[in-house]
Structures are given as C-alpha cells and as structure tokens.
C-alpha cells in the first residue's frame, strides 16, 4: 500500500464549479499535511499547510482533514482555468526520522471554460 | 524577490563525466534539499541539509553528493553520472522544516 495516495485524475471540472482532490495517507499518527500546485513543465508551488482537524481557508481554496479518516482534501471554488495543474498531495509521517515529506504522485486537474 | 536559482536549466552529457548542478537561495533559508522527479515514481527526495555543513540522505541518494559550505548554496553533484540518472531535478528551501516552500525552475539531465 502507497503511504500517500491520490487518485492520478484526470479530474474535469467546467470553470465557476467546484473542484474536489483528495488524499489519504497510511500512517494514522502524521501531523502535518501539504498540497503543492505544479503547472506541466514548472516547479511545485506550496499552496495550503494543514495540521489540525477541520477546514482551512485561503482565498478560493480550502483544504480539509480528517484524521480519523486518514484523509486530506483540497477544495478549489469557482475553479478557473488556470487552476488547471497537477496537484500534489505531501504528507510529514510521525514515523521515521528528520520529517521527511511523503509524496503522492499528484492529482491531474483540467478546468473547461 | 525570494528566489532559488538553479543551474544549468537543461544539460545533456554522457555517462561517467562529472557535473556540478548549482542552487542558490536568496531567502537566509536554513533548509535546502534535492528532488528528482520521474515519471509514476513522482518527487523524490535526494539529499537534504539544515544548515551548513549539516547534511543527509534523502531516498535516493546514491550516486549523489553534496555541500554546503555557505548558507544560500547547495550544488548538486554527479561524480560518474549514468543513464538512470537521467531526470527533472528541483532544488528546494524553507525558512524551517524538511518541508519545501520554495522550488527551483528545475533542470532537466539527460545522461546519454
């Protein structure tokens, strides 16, 4: 079982609706969670940090999560084209050492004017 | 502009000739680390170091190296590249935390 997963999409949304990535994550004791935006051909882009349970809001994104659930989420509001990017879910695991980030292979996401 | 600068962008070489891939950060960032970035294995993290001098393994650290000697630059180095070293490679920082904040452009190595 991969510890982070997330499902490779791609997902297709009309722009103005709702977009909905999600993420779950093996180990039951992590603390820290983390969506990274990555434009085809560019960097990654850190666009939401999460610890607690519950919703956090920044402009048109939100993410949630629930850890009883093992799962993170990413909710992007009246989606725009240029959201459309490959999102990566990165996870701080209470096992091992140093606080490594554990990766997903990233959610694909394509927004139709 | 906070920035991390890596270099080169793009370089195609041949197995076993060494090559350095620079990173500077303009940010006084105590974390720096190394990324590749492959196909359906996703980022991957190569070596990572909180300070300078203070270095260590990430996943994949073999037939890597790296320093830090001054705290805004941390160069990537191949010693006898190979094939399988070809990749996308991200240098990457943050104030604190093994966590990045802040990517490089990247530089896309083709090892022939």
């Known amino acids: 079982q991969k510890e982070v997963e997330q499902n490779s999409g791609p997902l297709s949304v009309p722009e103005g609706a709702i977009a909905s990535l999600n993420c779950t994550y093996s180990?039951?004791?992590?603390?820290?969670f983390f969506w990274y935006r990555q434009y085809s051909g560019k960097s990654p882009e850190l666009i939401m940090s999460i610890y607690s349970n519950g919703d956090k809001e920044d402009g048109r994104f939100t993410a949630q999560l629930n850890k009883a659930s093992q799962y993170v989420s990413l909710l992007i509001r009246d989606s725009q084209p240029s959201d459309s990017a490959t999102y990566l879910c990165?996870?701080?695991?209470?096992?091992?050492?140093?606080?490594?980030?554990?990766w997903g292979l990233g959610t694909s996401l394509a927004v139709n004017p | 502009e906070a920035q991390v600068t890596q270099n080169p962008r793009y370089l195609i070489t041949v197995t076993g000739k060494k090559l350095t891939v620079t990173c500077s950060q303009n940010m006084n960032h105590e974390y720096m680390s190394w990324y590749r970035q492959d196909p359906g294995l996703g980022l991957r993290q190569i070596y990572y170091?909180?300070?300078?001098?203070?270095?260590d393994k990430g996943d994949v650290p073999e037939g890597y190296k790296v320093s830090r000697k001054e705290k805004r630059n941390f160069p990537l180095i191949l010693e006898s590249p190979s094939p399988n070293q070809t990749s996308l490679y991200f240098c990457a920082s943050s104030y604190s935390g093994n966590q990045p904040q802040h990517f490089g452009d990247g530089t896309r190595l083709s090892i022939l």
């Open positions: 170091s909180m300070n300078v001098e203070v270095t």
């Open positions: 180990d039951r004791g992590s603390q820290s």
């Open positions: 990165a996870v701080i695991p209470n096992a091992g050492n140093n606080r490594k980030l554990i």
